[in-house]
């Protein structure tokens, strides 16, 4: 079973970066798919950015040239860098593993959250 725990998140200011990890506790990381995603008070969890096992990446509109997915697989972690923070960022971000399917991924993994606020 896939244990994941993040850390980086904290308070900053609009405009501000933060660089999000999550450690995977796992034999198996180079065979998973790994996505961010976040929830945010009173809205439903949105999906923030997702990579394959073949590196490929994409993003939620979003965040798209602000936000940056990557892995580091001999590290087993995977890092979310976040730039031009805006104050609709805010939100608890969460890591997750999963395996791929025809057209997306099962994730079958959850890390527990790592809190990001955002000040204007």
């Known amino acids: 079973q896939v244990q994941l725990v993040e850390s980086g998140g904290g308070s900053v200011q609009a405009g501000g970066s933060l660089r999000l990890s999550c450690v995977a506790s796992?034999?198996?990381?180079?065979?998973?798919?790994m996505g961010w995603f976040r929830q945010a008070p009173g809205k439903e969890r949105e999906r923030v950015a997702v990579i394959g096992i073949d590196d490929i990446s994409n993003y939620a509109e979003s965040v798209k040239g602000r936000f940056t997915i990557s892995k580091d697989t001999p590290k087993n972690t995977l890092y979310l860098q976040m730039n031009s923070l805006k104050p609709e960022d805010t939100a608890m971000y969460y890591c997750?593993?999963?395996?791929?399917?025809?057209?997306?991924?099962?994730?079958?993994?959850w890390g527990q959250g790592t809190q990001v606020t955002i000040s204007s």
């Open positions: 997750a593993a999963g395996v791929k399917t025809a057209t997306s991924h099962i994730w079958m993994a």
């Open positions: 796992t034999n198996t990381f180079s065979t998973l798919g």
